[in-house]
């Protein structure tokens, strides 16, 4: 039985604002942080792109964006919408453009695809980007066999309120001793600084500083856990 422990630490929302891509490159350059999720609709994709290409080790897939949705005052209001997500015309479309965007900024195709917000869990975006990831023989996130989700390095619960400490180097090194055998994916948020009209801004720079911390470093090592990207893992996404 193979036992080995791989791991992918993907930074979501690269390209979002120059904050976030300098933590995600620092988490990247003195932590361990190995793949990213460029959001290309924004002017800082631009910088964030140019960055990957300087970091060839840091594998870089396409966060879809279709909008935002944030949680006041006993309900979910939205910040911004993209396209209906209700439409699947304007769905597909828009997906399309972002990829084609992505491959302008990038100059290849992305190594995985997900989507802000994990909008791709419902129809019909869900079947759109299952059929995008089987076309580019890349891995959808929640929906490739081959790879693992966690979600649960993260600040906030489901309805924003803040979780002290869940962002902590602590708790990062307790995820990384409870991974089970094969390929998993750590979703993070990092970011340098507060550059953001968001909600999720703090523990934006927490999760920074866990990520660069020496002891998480030297957890993965002596866990013998693997670090690596996506690059060279076929889909079989649906």
């Not at 390209?15 to 924004?42: F, T």
């Not at 939205?78 to 439409?87: F, I, N, P, R």
């Not at 759109?128 to 790879?147: K, T, Y």
Request: proline share 5%; net charge negative.
């Amino acid at each position: 039985m193979n036992d080995t422990r791989s791991l992918i630490i993907n930074a979501d929302d690269f390209g979002l604002s120059p904050g976030v891509d300098e933590g995600v490159i620092v988490a990247h350059e003195r932590g361990i942080v190995s793949s990213a999720s460029l959001m290309v609709r924004w002017p800082a994709a631009v910088e964030a792109a140019l960055s990957a290409r300087d970091h060839p080790e840091l594998g870089l897939g396409l966060h879809i964006d279709l909008g935002e949705q944030e949680y006041r005052d006993g309900a979910w209001l939205c910040v911004y919408q993209v396209v209906d997500l209700k439409d699947q015309s304007a769905v597909a479309d828009e997906v399309a453009r972002q990829l084609d965007a992505f491959r302008r900024l990038v100059g290849r195709n992305p190594t995985h695809l997900d989507s802000h917000q994990h909008v791709h869990r419902k129809e019909p975006v869900k079947s759109i980007l299952i059929e995008r990831a089987r076309a580019l023989a890349v891995p959808l996130r929640h929906f490739s066999p081959s790879v693992g989700y966690r979600g649960d390095f993260y600040g906030q619960t489901a309805t924003g309120v803040a979780l002290p400490g869940a962002v902590s180097a602590e708790r990062l090194i307790a995820v990384l001793k409870s991974l089970t055998p094969g390929i998993t994916e750590l979703g993070c948020h990092p970011g340098l600084r507060c550059d953001l009209v968001s909600n999720y801004n703090r523990e934006r720079a927490e999760e920074g500083k866990a990520l660069c911390d020496p002891r998480v470093r030297e957890t993965v090592a002596a866990e013998g856990i693997i670090l690596r990207n996506f690059s060279g893992l076929l889909s079989r996404a649906g």
